[in-house]
């Protein structure tokens, strides 16, 4: 899952950034308001973490301007500030949550994973597609009982995938979701990813759930019956 970390203070965002990329996000770094909105505006995000006192234009202000231009992404709210009005207007301008600085990371992690849930269908910690399990909150995963051990992007690339279990997600998506600005969408990187977890999640079981829908992308499905151009 990709995520937009919006804080002015270079070495808070160094270790916020390095702290939930260990935990298999991608983040991308804004230093203030006008340079959120231009990425919020040219890159698909699934989660926005806002500090409110920025350069140029204040979190209020960002916020704001997000819900006019109708983005639904969650916003997370940081900020030094604790009076009841600030909280107040933050949730008022569009924010979705509000963490009060200085805070326990854990908590913030908790809380991301909590935005992440919400959407059209709450999703549970727990994600299940055949003998596939994938526990979202512990980040472990089993497969017909049978631990698996995935690497920190592995991770992040099957979560999308079982997220999204039954759609055909493409290329674009999955570089839009799970790496971060850097990643160069003419190289084979999700390919190699794709054919890593295979070898993990389906080698040696009966029903492959990593399938290739060939000139669109890639759907995850427990389902044996195939489709056009799968």
């Known amino acids: 899952m990709r995520i937009l970390l919006v804080e002015d203070e270079a070495r808070a965002a160094r270790m916020l950034a390095k702290g939930l990329r260990e935990h ?11 340079e959120a909105l231009y990425q919020a505006g040219v890159n698909e995000y699934d989660l926005i973490i806002l500090d409110i006192m920025l350069p140029k234009i204040d979190g209020f202000e960002v916020c704001r301007e997000l819900r006019a231009q109708g983005l639904t992404i969650p916003v997370l709210m940081l900020t030094a500030r604790d009076a009841v009005r600030d909280r107040i207007t933050g949730l008022d301008v569009g924010a ?4 009060t600085k200085p ?13 992440l849930r919400r959407g059209q269908v ?13 526990d979202t909150r512990a980040r472990l995963v089993t497969r017909a009982g049978r631990s698996v051990e995935l690497t920190s992007k592995e991770y992040a690339l099957l979560e999308y995938l079982v997220r999204r279990t039954g759609e055909v ?3 674009a998506e999955i570089g839009e979701h799970v790496w971060d600005v850097d990643f160069d969408p003419f190289s084979n990187l999700i390919e190699v990813f794709i054919l890593r977890l295979r070898r993990k999640i389906d080698y040696g079981q009966d029903v492959k759930l990593i399938r290739t829908v060939r000139g669109t992308g890639y759907r995850l499905a427990a389902t044996v019956e195939r489709e056009a151009g799968e």
Do not use: C, K
């Open 24 to 34: 298999t996000y991608a983040v991308d770094v804004a230093a203030h308001g006008e």
């Open 96 to 99: 979705d949550d509000y963490l």
């Open 103 to 115: 805070f326990d990371f854990y908590e913030l992690l908790a809380r991301v994973r909590a935005l």
């Open 122 to 134: 709450l999703h549970s910690d727990i994600i299940t597609v055949a003998d596939l399990e994938v």
């Open 169 to 171: 997600v493409s290329r």
